[in-house]
């Protein structure tokens, strides 16, 4: 391989254009190919962004010898079919979240990358902001303690609309696998695994969940309060507590770029600004992984992914969301 990571993405929807803008702020990427059903918006999409290939089928573009890695921006339901094409034409992937819509199907992704010794990773760019960067450093050294508690929330009101992605089913609408997958990953990064998980949701026309709010439990008697949803614009904050002082992320938690840190009275707040739309952090991280031949981020490992599902498939069953 040469030292520039060749790049495809399919998908050409509203984070794909964000994700090809901050492609181009890497020295190390190439974006080299790009697929859309429609022809028209991969030709569009491939002169915005100065892209070498425009394909008509994701077919295609896995096909394309010159990738070594594909961003999946589709909607939930397709990322395991998806994956499962990328990894079965020898390409690595970086996966939206969440990278499946139930823990089989996460399984079985982790498994065809190990097998083939592919990179795989989903794509939760919260893990690589530099303010989070800061949050595990002080947590790290014990800057508030133990923590005793964590609350987050997730809202922003969408109107309700049978079509829109947010809330058709049968592409993994509601708010709990979109946004609330950001406050459950923030408390298993700091957490764990909880012992026990209650969980209330108010599910729309069309059986997907418009609010959720979940309450976790851990053996070290730790509490999560997190909540999630499409019906208000709720503050989108999150607090650790610890036994010496806590930690705010300030709006919008999952790609801050304020903290605050109070202890013993006194609050130390750190401006920690992420770079262009906040997805180059992960991507410079799959381009390092790719480069050094690992297949999988030692920050993200696979295994979190498979925590983060399990924990998620428990609040489905406790809210009764199902996906086909
Ligand atoms: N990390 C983040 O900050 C972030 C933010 C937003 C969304 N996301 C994730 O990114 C994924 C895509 O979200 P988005 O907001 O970009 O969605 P979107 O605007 O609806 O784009 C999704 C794209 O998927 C393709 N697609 C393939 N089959 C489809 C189908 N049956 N119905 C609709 N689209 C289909 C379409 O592209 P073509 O027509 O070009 O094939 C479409 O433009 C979601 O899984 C979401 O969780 C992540």
């Not at 070290?220 to 507590?241: F, G, M, Q, V």
Request: glycine fraction near 6%; proline fraction near 3%; charged fraction near 20%.
């Amino acid at each position: 391989m040469s030292q520039k990571v060749y790049w495809g993405i399919i998908g050409l929807g509203k984070i794909a254009h964000k994700f090809a803008a901050d492609l181009q702020y890497s020295e190390v990427a190439v974006l080299h190919a790009v697929a859309s059903r429609s022809i028209e918006k991969a030709t569009d999409f491939a002169k915005t962004y100065q892209v070498s290939k425009a394909y008509h089928s994701y077919e295609d573009l896995v096909n394309d010898p010159k990738i070594d890695v594909v961003y999946i921006a589709t909607p939930h339901t397709l990322h395991f079919e998806n994956s499962m094409l990328c990894l079965q034409h020898h390409k690595s992937v970086l996966c939206e979240k969440p990278l499946g819509i139930n823990s089989t199907q996460v399984q079985t992704i982790i498994q065809e990358a190990r097998v083939r010794k592919l990179f795989l990773m989903e794509a939760i760019w919260t893990r690589f902001m530099p303010a989070i960067e800061k949050m595990i450093s002080l947590l790290d050294a014990k800057a508030i303690g133990d923590i005793i508690s964590v609350q987050a929330d997730f809202g922003f009101q969408s109107e309700f609309n049978t079509e829109s992605r947010l809330y058709n089913k049968k592409l993994g609408g509601g708010s709990l696998l979109d946004i609330g997958l950001y406050p459950i990953f923030l408390s298993l990064l700091v957490l764990g695994i909880p012992s026990d998980v209650k969980a209330m949701a108010r599910m729309t026309k069309t059986d997907v969940d418009s609010f959720c709010a979940m309450l976790f439990d851990y053996e070290n008697n730790a509490k999560a309060i997190l909540t999630s949803t499409l019906e208000a614009n709720t503050p989108t904050e999150a607090y650790l507590y610890g036994t010496k002082g806590s930690i705010k992320l300030h709006r919008r938690f999952h790609q801050p770029s304020t903290i605050t840190v109070s202890q013993n009275g006194k609050e130390t707040i750190y401006e920690l600004p992420f770079s262009g739309n906040g997805y180059i952090h992960e991507i410079e991280e799959v381009n390092s992984c790719i480069l050094h031949k690992q297949h999988e981020s030692t920050k993200l490992p696979l295994h979190l992914s498979e925590k983060l599902m399990a924990i998620i498939e428990r609040v489905k069953s406790k809210i009764g969301l199902q996906y086909e």
